[in-house]
């Protein structure tokens, strides 16, 4: 190779490092039928095309012909296209971006959210992909976790979604499955005399009041000071917590009882 064409090289690199950064597909990403790419051939615009791989998986080049393209990376089509076009460029340097997913598919399974393929249009990290689902007020994040190649690489998303800790945050990758379970047993049910009987999602640091509140307060017949928080212990009985919720609404917070996961807070009805 000539001190040319070698500078030339590292020009294209530097180049095609840039475009890489920028493009929209990840590092392992596995092309698919559908996906679009642009294929770049320097010094040859006349080679260089964006085309769509065809449902066989193929794509077909101006000299070069038909190339199977689905199942390959970006990268491992590059180097098959730069030996291929040695037949009619002495030293071709190719680049492979792909501008348009259709395989980057991610599964979601489990009842606390909607469950469904999604198809991503670019490189997502989790943090991303769960924000796209909508509230995950019924997601038990605590048990949630993502699949990867038959194997269990994350548990728990709590920390993640709740406290933003970005240490958990991972780069998704085609055909991931993320099971996201239903927190029906972790949540909060008030039941009695308030305006809107309800189950509500449990947050930590949530307080008795926090939950009466978030359901209306009290109806005009409770007995303010006749509040119990039923809590499961091991043994699958239900302890009873007594709480005087109405000196709590005058300031005397000392007694804010924190709750727990699956907690039911009933506020008694006075008959009179």
């Known amino acids: 190779m000539t001190l040319e064409e070698s500078v030339r090289k590292i020009v294209f690199f530097m180049f095609a490092i ?66 291929e ?37 670019r490189e997502t990290s989790l943090l991303e992909f769960l924000s796209q689902l909508g509230a995950l ?14 194997k269990t690489i994350k548990t728990g998303f709590y ?6 800790d970005l240490s958990q945050n991972i780069a998704l990758e ?11 047993a972790n ?6 005399a308030v305006a809107r009987p309800s189950t509500i999602p449990y947050r930590e640091g949530a307080t008795i009041m926090d939950a009466i509140l978030s359901v209306g307060g009290f109806t005009e017949f409770a007995k303010e000071n006749d509040v119990e928080v039923l809590r499961k212990q091991d043994n699958g009985e239900r302890s009873k917590i ?8 005058k300031g005397d917070l000392g007694k804010n009882v ?8 009933v506020v008694k009805e006075s008959l009179f």
């Open 18 to 83: 840039v475009l890489l950064s920028v493009s929209a597909f990840a590092k392992d990403y596995v092309i698919g039928d559908g996906d679009s790419l642009q294929v770049s051939v320097w010094g040859n615009p006349e080679l260089s095309v964006t085309i769509t791989v065809r449902p066989d998986g193929k794509i077909s080049l101006p000299a070069v012909g038909e190339i199977k393209a689905s199942g390959l990376t970006p990268a491992d089509l590059t180097r098959i296209l730069e030996k």
């Open 85 to 121: 076009m040695t037949k009619v460029v002495k030293t071709p340097i190719v680049t492979v971006i792909v501008t348009t997913m259709t395989n980057y598919r991610i599964n979601v399974i489990g009842r606390g959210v909607t469950a469904g393929v999604r198809t991503l249009s």
């Open 137 to 150: 007020d019924n997601a038990d994040l605590d048990n949630a976790y993502l699949v990867r190649d038959g």
């Open 159 to 164: 920390n993640l979604i709740e406290k933003g």
């Open 174 to 184: 085609p055909n991931d499955i993320l099971f996201i379970p239903d927190n029906f």
């Open 187 to 192: 949540r909060i049910s008030v039941v009695g």
């Open 242 to 249: 007594s709480v005087k919720a109405k000196d709590l609404m």
């Open 258 to 265: 924190l709750l727990m996961r699956g907690d039911v807070v």
